[in-house]
Antibody, heavy 119, light 107 residues
């Protein structure tokens, strides 16, 4: 079964740090771009960043709202994606989703999400 | 950044109704648009990509159209399981952006 599973969420104080992990299975992880997307309570969906695949040197893209504070990385040997979040703000409170990106750049496999609360 | 504006933000419809949701882009994005459905407590689910291509496993009552700056998602005959929030998303340029969502509720 193709799936991604997030972990690492929790309660953190403003200014603190947290590292989220995403474990992928059922597909060739190294072939795919991977995204992080978040959803604040009662709000819409917000894309926060992307890690490209090995063929594209694992380069990254970020939304302006997190650039300089969040870092996306991946370890293809462990089929894992990571989100290092520093200098957290109350407005970063959200459910964070790990998402597989299709070859034509749509988001087709979503995890159940992990909740981050900054308070 | 490309802004996506969805309308309406919410609507009430009955089972069997035809429902149309619009997504307007702040600049031309060709056909680089997807549609997602999200049910409460669940992650979004890809319905349509490249503006009009149905994702595998998605019922044929869903359809998409449009190009450039104006796009529509149509549900031909609303079913009970279709009551959800729908989002459009552009992949034309970074940053990837989503519309604000359209909540489809039961009348």
């Amino acid at each position: 079964e193709v799936q991604v599973v997030e972990s690492g969420g929790g309660l953190v104080q403003p200014g603190g740090s947290l590292r989220l992990s995403c474990a992928a299975s059922g597909f060739t992880f190294s072939d795919h771009y991977m995204d992080w997307v978040r959803q604040a309570p009662g709000k819409g969906v917000e894309w926060i960043g992307r890690a490209r695949n090995k063929a594209n040197s694992h380069t990254t893209e970020y939304a302006a709202s997190v650039k300089g504070r969040f870092t996306i990385s991946r370890d293809d040997s462990k089929n894992s994606l990571y989100l290092q979040m520093n200098s957290l703000k109350t407005e970063d409170t959200a459910v964070y989703y790990c998402v597989r990106v299709t070859t034509n750049y749509y988001l087709d496999v979503w995890g159940k999400g992990t909740t981050v609360t900054v308070s | 950044d490309i802004q996506l504006t969805q309308s309406p933000s919410s609507l009430s419809s009955s089972v069997g109704d035809r429902v149309t949701i619009t997504c307007r882009a702040s600049q031309g994005i060709s056909n680089n648009l997807g549609w997602y459905q999200q049910k409460p407590g669940r992650a979004p689910n890809l319905l349509i990509y490249a503006a009009s291509t149905l994702q595998s496993g998605v019922p044929s009552r869903f359809s998409g159209s449009g190009s450039g700056t104006e796009f529509t998602l149509t549900i031909s005959s609303l079913q009970p399981e279709d009551f959800a929030t729908y989002y459009c998303q552009q992949r034309h340029s970074y940053p990837v952006t989503f519309g604000g969502g359209t909540k489809v509720e039961i009348k």
